[in-house]
């Protein structure tokens, strides 16, 4: 089975966007750089720079995730994620950025919280 920066680059291939192209249809600054490095599993995008994606590729969240074996095309009218699996998605970019958070606190008593505001669609 294909992980998943195989299967963006390939559905990037296969939509015939360059890296560049693909940064900027999904509103990327960093553009070539951070499509390179999610191709190459070196990180990982957030949950809508996937959902971004996955429309702009004509495909869904769970293919580029690996959880659907092969690619369907979207109707661009339609949600490519149904409401829980966008809440699942939230929640463990949720985590992912809490975890990243605890990482970088200065060790001692200094308490700090951080508050994430998610907006439906």
């Not at 990037?12 to 553009?31: H, M, P, T, V, Y």
């Not at 959880?67 to 998605?89: A, F, R, S």
Request: net charge neutral.
């Amino acid at each position: 089975m294909k992980n998943f920066g195989e299967r963006l680059r390939n559905s990037r291939e296969n939509a015939g966007f360059s890296q560049d192209e693909l940064a900027e249809k999904i509103g990327l600054k960093s553009g070539k750089q951070t499509i390179s490095r999610w191709e190459r599993d070196l990180s990982e995008p957030s949950v809508s720079q996937l959902v971004a994606m996955a429309e702009v590729l004509t495909t869904t969240v769970a293919f580029l995730l690996g959880e659907q074996t092969h690619k369907e095309g979207v109707p661009t009218n339609k949600m490519l994620v149904d409401k829980d699996e966008y809440i699942d998605l939230l929640r463990r970019d949720i985590n992912r950025k809490q975890a990243e958070i605890d990482r970088l606190k200065p060790p001692g008593d200094v308490n700090y919280t951080s508050t994430f505001i998610v907006r439906p669609f």
